[in-house]
């Protein structure tokens, strides 16, 4: 079992930045795949980036290509997702997700988080 808490979200002004956090809990972390995903309010929950267990290979949206960078430390257990140049139209809520396989920018993830907000005002 796999339990993950997202923090960092807030609100910012346009142009600004966040970091987002995810601390995982198990031993299975080091060998998950990990992906933020984010859901704006009446729309579908979509993918935002993914990284591989070893942090080899990250995938991301291309709304966020070149603005959002994530990352890992294995050995802290915690998953990042550093947002720089925010838009409005980023404001959503942030989920990480966690799965055994390799990554993926689908929603097939076994654990999920809670959720964090991030508002971008105009």
């Known amino acids: 079992q796999v339990q993950l808490v997202e923090s960092g979200g807030g609100l910012v002004q346009a142009g600004g930045s966040l970091r987002l956090s995810c601390a995982a809990s198990?031993?299975?972390?080091?060998?998950?795949?990990m992906g933020w995903f984010r859901q704006a309010p009446g729309k579908e929950r979509d993918f935002v980036a993914a990284?591989?267990?070893?942090?080899?290979?990250?995938y991301y949206a291309d709304s966020v290509k070149g603005r959002f960078t994530i990352s890992r430390d294995n050995a802290k257990n915690t998953l990042y997702l550093q947002m720089n140049s925010l838009k409005p139209e980023d404001t959503a809520v942030y989920y990480c997700?966690?799965?055994?396989?390799?990554?993926?920018?689908?929603?097939?993830?076994?654990?999920w988080g809670q959720g964090t907000q991030v508002t971008v005002s105009s």
């Open positions: 990284i591989s267990w070893n942090g080899g290979s990250t």
């Open positions: 198990g031993r299975a972390f080091i060998s998950y795949a």
């Open positions: 997700a966690s799965r055994p396989l390799g990554v993926t920018y689908t929603n097939s993830y076994n654990y």
